[in-house]
């Protein structure tokens, strides 16, 4: 007696590979894409335990795959950003301050803020005493450019 398995009852296993290699990649990648394959081959995997025909299996794991991809993955994706661990220095991003020491041809100079005193970079010429706003933190380096 040989045991043959038809296409229809081999989707059964391919849909659960299908599951296990799309949460592999997404488990590697972490970035909130392949996730939703994985849910639509879980789909797909439960509509070939009913029926039989393999289109309507692929048809409904390729739009439950986009659908979950397109309303749901924006939602993760701000919610994951909204854990960002920010430090105190990213405060000063906007903020004014005073140069105490120039900042010439793209030189370190030094600016005060907040009673604090940082290095700071900046492409344009900063002298002492002018007034300074802080777009970026590098490293343990102010970017600034000049106040208007």
């Known amino acids: 007696m040989i045991c043959t398995i ?17 949460a592999v990649i997404e488990a590697i990648t972490m970035d909130l894409s392949s996730i939703w394959f994985s849910a639509g081959a879980f789909v797909a995997l439960i509509i070939s335990i009913f029926s039989d025909v393999v289109w309507v299996q692929i048809i409904v794991f390729m739009i439950v795959s986009v659908i979950l991809l397109i309303s749901l993955r924006p939602i993760f994706k701000k919610y994951m950003n909204r854990n960002e ?6 405060k000063l991003i906007g903020e004014e301050a005073t140069c105490i020491k120039s900042i010439l041809d793209n030189e370190r100079g ?5 009673g604090k005193i940082w290095t700071a970079i900046s492409n344009e010429n900063i002298y002492e005493g002018e ?4 777009l970026a933190i590098t490293g343990v380096k102010l970017v600034v450019k000049r106040k208007k």
């Open 6 to 22: 038809t296409l229809a009852q081999s989707m059964i296993y391919i849909w659960f590979a299908v599951i296990i290699i799309a």
């Open 85 to 90: 661990v920010r430090t105190n220095a990213s």
């Open 110 to 114: 030094e600016v005060k803020i907040e």
């Open 131 to 134: 007034k300074v706003v802080v």
